[in-house]
């Protein structure tokens, strides 16, 4: 993937209030409670990113968009730790 695509990506993200967390390596909303990872990013389109960026189902607990979904453990961890 070519530098200007991901820092478009970025950007996208940015712009919709996420943050980057560099200590695990994901992208995150505290109010949507959705968290993606850089790999995750990297092999998606930016228009399959700004569709989940804009899906709006309500949920009260945090959504993983993981290139292999994380363990149930990891996911408690990650809730956890990004609030």
Do not use: H
């Amino acid at each position: 993937m070519e530098l200007k695509e991901l820092a478009t990506k970025t950007r996208i993200l940015e712009g919709a209030g996420y943050r980057y967390s560099f200590d695990r390596e994901v992208y995150f909303n505290r109010q949507a409670k959705k968290a993606f990872s850089v790999e995750f990013v990297e092999d998606r389109s930016e228009d399959e990113i700004e569709q989940l960026i804009r899906d709006n189902a309500p949920s009260t607990n945090w959504r993983f968009f993981f290139v292999e979904p994380p363990s149930a453990a990891v996911e408690r961890e990650l809730a956890n730790i990004l609030g």
